[in-house]
């Protein structure tokens, strides 16, 4: 087994752990305990004797604590799943020793480039090793970088026991790109006090701030008709959800927002003549924000339907997670200690906001208070996606640091 956080992830990339909204189980595929089962004999052969997967493909571990203090019990946690936008299957990393800048053509398909001008982050990498797939899939950066730094950094402290430290658990997560990855989690087993997902992008960031969210489903009913009597009394319920679609404001969606403005996204439309079926996301940074842009859409839906007095909608919100910036400001230590880290591994630190979603906004509302820290992958749900391996190393050391620090601080 080799040690290396770079020989780490290019072992776990080529899993294919792709999960899948449309399954009903947990974990939705059983590929990814492929990935589990390689993750717990690692586990087990670090000296992590607990290590195990469960039955619903969640990885668990503890580092015990070698302080004499009463240190708070701190996790670190990633998810074992890719992204069901692209393919995850047959990845090929491609590394390009010692970057020296420009453009990055992908070997596999020519047609796709990393660009400078769309990745800037790239400018920062001169000299580095990048981490890249060829083209035909994604690489799987989201979350592999931050599972292969978390077991680089749990090597590290076994290793070195004048590391002082208080006990850490480890929790390896499935299904999380598909809003899933708490669902069976066990915190009482887990028993952790306070959490960190390795979940995030550039170098030296930590986000205490995530979208709120919410799901909306609307069901058409129309009048279907033989079209050749339809006159005047046929609704074409693919018709009445185009126009939906077509008052939706042009400047809250994803493509047309930024920063912390939140939007209302299409992202699945099915029908016939009779019946059809739209589904959004809604996103905003507050709770406010997220009923305003529920109510806006419930009125387009009102506002179309006046004109189809024979036809119906079924308007359904769901809620998926929350933004967990309420219960973290409760707990400033958690997120000045991580900053403290990232100063001690030789970053200046950012402290932002995530125009989406991880674990640890749902595992706050659960009770284990979870900021996200940089794993450094970019371009994630992409074959554009890339990592440095200097980036990953970065975070192997805000993790080891970040340990110290909750000690020395007990």
């Not at 790109?177 to 979940?199: H, P, Q, S, W």
């Not at 279907?224 to 005047?232: E, L, Q, R, S, V």
């Not at 659960?366 to 940089?374: E, S």
């Amino acid at each position: 087994m080799t040690d290396t956080v770079l020989d780490r992830f290019l072992r776990y990339v080529v899993i294919d752990t792709q999960s899948d909204p449309a399954s009903s189980t947990q974990p939705t595929t059983e590929k990814q305990k492929d990935l589990g089962r390689v993750l717990v004999d690692e586990l087990l052969m670090i000296g992590l004797a607990d290590a195990h997967l469960d039955e619903h493909g969640y990885v668990y571990a503890t580092i015990p604590g070698n302080s004499d203090k009463a240190v708070p019990v701190i996790c670190f946690c990633s998810h074992m799943d890719t992204a069901p936008d692209f393919t995850g299957r047959g990845v090929k990393p491609q590394i390009i020793r010692n970057y020296a800048g420009g453009d990055i053509q992908l070997v596999g398909d020519s047609s796709r480039v990393i660009r400078v001008s769309e990745h800037p982050e790239l400018k920062n990498q001169i000299g580095n090793d990048i981490v890249t797939t060829d083209g035909t899939t994604l690489l799987g950066a989201d979350d592999k970088a931050g599972l292969a730094e978390i077991m680089t950094a749990a090597q590290i402290l076994v290793d070195n026991p004048d590391v002082r430290h208080g006990t850490i658990k480890i929790l390896f997560t499935p299904d999380e790109e598909v809003g899933r990855g708490v669902n069976r989690v066990d915190l009482k087993k887990l028993g952790a006090d306070f959490a960190y997902t390795m979940d995030g992008e550039t170098a030296g960031h930590i986000e205490d701030e995530t979208f709120s969210a919410d799901g909306v489903e609307i069901s058409i009913s129309g009048v279907a008709i033989h079209p050749g009597f339809a006159k005047d009394r046929m609704e074409n319920a693919i018709k009445i959800a185009g126009a939906i679609i077509d008052r939706l404001p042009k400047d809250l969606a994803p493509e047309t927002t930024e920063g912390r403005q939140g939007f209302i996204h299409p992202v699945g439309v099915t029908g016939s003549m009779e019946k059809a079926s739209l589904s959004f996301i809604i996103r905003d940074f507050t709770e406010a924000g997220l009923a305003e842009k529920e109510a806006m859409l419930d009125a387009i839906v009102k506002e179309v339907m006046a004109a189809y007095p024979g036809s119906t909608a079924h308007f359904q919100v769901a809620e998926q997670y929350r933004n967990m910036k309420a219960v973290l400001d409760r707990h400033p230590e958690i997120v000045g200690n991580a900053l403290e880290a990232v100063r001690r591994a030789g970053m200046t630190p950012v402290r932002g906001s995530i125009r989406g979603g991880t674990d640890g906004s749902r595992l706050s509302f659960m009770g284990l208070p979870c900021p996200n820290i940089f794993a450094g992958g970019h371009a994630f749900h992409s074959p554009l996606e890339w990592v440095s391996r200097q980036d990953m190393e970065k975070a192997v050391k805000a993790i080891v640091e970040l340990a110290k620090v909750w000690e020395e601080r007990a």
